[in-house]
């Protein structure tokens, strides 16, 4: 079985940073496509950012330049970095990996190629 546990969510003002963490246990980081997700209240989940198989990454035209999505491969955890957080960036996050996927054009693929999902963590931001 694949899960995947994500940390890191808290309540923080605008302009602050924030790290979240995913750690899994049932599949290995090396060659998996991951990626970071969010959804706020009464809107589509949204993809954040995707590190690919390839080591490619994209980011959501909203995060982009804010946030940083890295990989731990011998401690099967990923990160999410978030600076200069806004209120807009309030949102239940979630961890997703898939078998395999390659970022092109530095845009997150598809969010439905994503077969395993953590739980989401919730970060919210006032200001």
């Known amino acids: 079985q694949v899960q995947l546990v994500e940390s890191g969510g808290d309540s923080v003002q605008a302009g602050e940073s924030l790290t979240l963490s995913c750690i899994a246990s049932?599949?290995?980081?090396?060659?998996?496509?991951l990626g970071w997700f969010r959804q706020a209240p009464g809107k589509e989940r949204e993809g954040v950012a995707t590190?690919?198989?390839?080591?490619?990454?994209g980011y959501g035209d909203s995060v982009k330049g804010r946030f940083t999505i890295s990989k731990d491969n011998a401690e099967n955890t990923l990160y999410l970095q978030m600076n200069l957080l806004k209120p807009e960036d309030t949102a239940m996050y979630y961890c997703?990996?898939?078998?395999?996927?390659?970022?092109?054009?530095?845009?997150?693929?598809?969010?439905?190629?994503?077969?395993?999902w953590g739980q989401g963590t919730q970060v919210t931001v006032s200001s």
């Open positions: 590190i690919g198989s390839d080591g490619t990454t």
């Open positions: 997703a990996a898939a078998v395999w996927c390659t970022v092109l054009r530095g845009i997150p693929p598809p969010q439905n190629l994503f077969e395993h």
């Open positions: 049932g599949i290995t980081y090396n060659s998996y496509c």
